[in-house]
């Protein structure tokens, strides 16, 4: 390496410096010291203590942990789907050339500019099972359809009913589809108007329009929706933690692996086995991401390839 | 060009020193004094009362300067300042955290500093004293302390034809009483109720003190599925038995916040609950005009013991371990703890006081007209705490789960206990494995002179 290239090397390192103490002050320490701290019992206080994998041990046997890990999964499996469907339904929606669709484009991005708490604590009054908006609107429709029918449904108790629990979880979840929606948008935008026009000329009509023309093109889009729902899902924490006021609802139902980790972080000292669980999330939406990426490279067109 | 540059650098430097000056100016206002840092969990009339004592302690000499502050979430935000070594030199936490702030040594031991100002037991009452004891150590002094008791909606007695001077004395009584304030709708909906033992529900995890039982040994073992806790829990059960979960599950769900208007008790839909010292801030705030109340001791299961059973519970005054003024602050906390700044005090939050003598003046003045019943609760031999033990937010939320999925019908009061009993004897001993680990070195910092 010559003078010259050694000064433009620093002068080049010296550009990205903020952009690299960043990086391994905010991500790569804590990713290190955190996978270390799994390894020791931990209380934050006391200096960490190295025991090996006895944490690892701890959490196989733990059937909380695994109460967590199936609400997690549980959720994703339902919420992730959902999403997908209601957002990319809204989207193809707003799509169509209609007088107002500005307006109606902005209703259906407002929900997501609420914080989540607010978000949160808006919705466990929603759901409350006596006054909330959702069972009064509910129940009468299960009135009529009682009398029709003989039967006698009446709707749960959203949060406090551990059956019922995840799903009040999920609806809500649907009402910050904001942001996927001006994402779907915005892939839609992107479709060649020439393929719909050669396919009007065929004689498609809607349905076969968008399974084999807007589906397929958008597809790096739903692609990246899902990876993020994927991220999103697996680390949601706010909005139960905050709707069951920084519990883990009814029989535990709505502890997740977030919830969990902060738990034993935060309130039992138990850092190191927080840790532990922090490592394991991240194992686990790296290979369900992996897996996505496999399972998609053959769906997922990418106009350049 | 680099006139301009020098003469730039020149301003700046005047400006950085300009500030550097006021700033010191403000850092050193309160002159030659000692500034000690006070984190407190107050906020509102509470943090009120306590910020009057600190003005008064901070007029009343000229060596130390008490910089007191509301802080929120102060158990969290405490352990990760001592952690990170930054501490502040007083700390205003619940007394049931202790043990744990303790044992993971997060605080300074107040034995010397205590027994220098001749500071002992005989001062407060015993069961406030042993709270601020662990491990054979003193870790800090009484702020104020609360018990608990039975308060009950005098109105709601007299309407379902029961004396109102007359509060049930035994659980079976207590079920009598409630069958007496039943009403229900026609559908079969629980329009009111004389008790719920999960309204309001914060001691739940404790129902087997009423019960004669004891959540732990006091040294390693847990005892969760004791026969009393078992009988607490089965009592529980007979709630869900006999008025049905979802019903149960609907009428609770339609409970609004305590501290609101709303409030199930205040709004006359329960007619007794467990309830503390505070209820009376809360009646006052949120209770219609016309609202009757009155407090005795809580029902136990078995009648005969004339010494009644509570829990009583006390804030608590600390200095963290790391703390820059250790000395400066104990003053302030010695203060706190003479006669009358700490009457003043618990008269500001409406709160008896823990110290063992009191003036007729305080009780003349309080406007609690029970808090010599609350005062006497507490200095019952049967006034229980929560264990003193380091996993005890672990347990309790082990135990909140139990009661609830026996509360919702999901599972027998047996087989919920013992699943909290064998996760949380694992908990246990991993926490005394991790003490024994670091006793010794530990007992040797806290014994050194």
């Known amino acids: 390496m010559t003078k010259n290239e050694r000064r433009r090397l620093a002068t080049g390192l010296l550009f990205i410096s903020p952009w690299l103490v960043g990086f391994f002050a905010l991500c790569v320490y804590p990713l290190v010291s955190s ?70 484009r902005t209703i259906f ?12 604590v808006l919705w466990q009054w929603m759901l409350n099972g006596e006054l909330g908006l959702v069972n009064n609107a509910a129940n009468p429709v299960l009135h009529v359809l009682n009398d029709m029918l003989g039967t006698a449904w009446s709707a749960p108790n959203w949060l406090q009913d551990a059956r019922y629990a995840k799903w009040g979880i999920i609806f809500t979840g649907l009402w910050g589809v904001g942001n996927a929606v001006v994402i779907y948008l915005a892939g839609l935008q992107d479709v060649p108007r020439y393929l719909y026009e050669s396919a009007d000329i065929d004689g498609a009509g809607f349905w076969q329009k968008t399974i084999h023309i807007t589906i397929p093109v958008i597809s790096p889009v739903i692609y990246f929706n899902s990876i993020m729902g994927l991220i999103g899902t ?38 190191g086995y927080a840790c532990a669980i922090g490592v394991i999330l991240f194992l686990v939406i790296l290979a369900l991401t992996w897996l996505a990426t496999k399972l998609s490279e053959k769906h997922v067109y990418y106009a350049g390839k | 060009m680099t006139t301009n540059y020098h003469a730039a650098t020149g301003r700046l430097l005047c400006l950085l020193c300009a500030v550097f000056c006021l700033a010191s100016r403000a850092l050193f206002a309160a002159g030659d004094k000692v500034t000690i840092t006070y984190w407190e969990k107050w906020t509102g009339f509470e943090a009120d009362a306590m910020r009057a004592v600190v003005d008064d302690f901070n007029a009343s000499q000229d060596r130390i300067f008490v910089d007191f502050s509301s802080v929120s979430q102060i158990d969290r935000r405490l352990m990760l300042a001592t952690a990170g070594g930054v501490p502040p030199d007083v700390a205003g936490i619940w007394a049931e955290q202790l043990p744990v702030y303790a044992e993971n040594n997060a605080l300074t031991p107040l034995d010397r500093m205590a027994a ?86 914060w001691w739940s995890p404790m129902w087997g003190y009423w019960f004669g039982g004891s959540l732990w040994d006091g040294k390693s073992r847990i005892t969760a599925d004791s026969p009393e806790n078992r009988a607490a829990f089965r009592w529980i059960q007979s709630y869900p038995d006999r008025f049905g979960a979802d019903n149960l599950l609907a009428m609770h769900d339609g409970f609004s916040n305590f501290a609101s208007s709303q409030n199930a008790f205040f709004t006359g839909r329960v007619a007794m609950v467990l309830q503390g010292v505070w209820v009376y801030n809360f009646i006052e705030k949120y209770a219609p005009a016309d609202f009757e109340w009155g407090v005795a001791p809580f029902p136990t299961a078995t009648a005969g013991d004339p010494n009644p059973t509570t829990i009583v519970e006390c804030d608590i005054l600390v200095i963290p371990h790391g703390a820059k003024h250790p000395q400066e602050a104990f003053e302030f906390i010695r203060y706190v703890n003479s006669r009358k700044p700490m009457e003043k005090l618990c008269l500001g939050q409406r709160k008896f006081s823990p110290l063992a003598e009191c003036s007729e003046e305080f009780f003349a003045k309080h406007p609690n007209p029970f808090i010599r019943t609350f005062l006497e609760l507490a200095k019952s031999p049967n006034a229980r705490t929560v264990p003193r033990m380091a996993t005890w937010t672990e347990y309790t939320a082990e135990l909140k789960n139990a009661v609830g999925r026996v509360w919702a019908g999901r599972a027998r009061a047996e087989e919920a206990l013992a699943e909290a009993q064998s996760r949380q004897q694992k908990s246990l001993d991993r926490q005394l494995e991790r003490w024994h680990r670091q006793e010794n070195t530990l007992k040797r910092e806290w014994d050194k002179p």
């Open chain 1, 234 to 271: 697996f680390q949601v924490f706010a909005v139960p933690f905050v709707m069951t006021n920084g519990g883990d609802g009814p029989e535990r139902s709505l502890l997740f692996m977030a919830t969990y980790l902060y738990e034993n972080a935060f309130a039992y000292w138990n850092m």
């Open chain 1, 35 to 104: 996978v270390y701290f799994s390894l020791c019992d931990y209380s934050v206080l006391s200096p960490p203590v190295f025991i090996g994998v006895r944490n690892y041990q701890n959490l196989w046997i733990d059937n909380v942990f695994w109460t967590s890990l199936y609400n997690t999964v549980f959720f994703a499996v339902f919420a992730i789907p959902l999403g997908l469907v209601v957002s990319l339904s809204l989207a193809v929606l707003l799509n169509f050339s209609i007088p107002g669709k500005g307006i109606f």
């Open chain 2, 116 to 201: 220098a100002e001749g500071i002992t037991g005989s001062e407060y009452i015993p069961a406030f004293w042993n709270l601020c004891r662990h491990r054979g150590h003193l870790w800090a002094l009484p702020s104020t302390p609360a018990s608990i008791a039975l308060v009950y909606n005098k109105k709601m007695f007299r309407e379902a034809g029961l004396d109102p001077e007359r509060p049930p004395r035994t659980i079976a009584e207590l079920e009598e009483f409630n069958d007496r304030l039943l009403r229900r709708s026609e559908s079969g909906k629980i329009l009111t109720i004389g008790h719920l033992p999960e309204e309001p529900g």
């Open chain 1, 109 to 120: 991005f407002l929900p997501s500019l609420v914080p989540m708490v607010c978000l949160a």
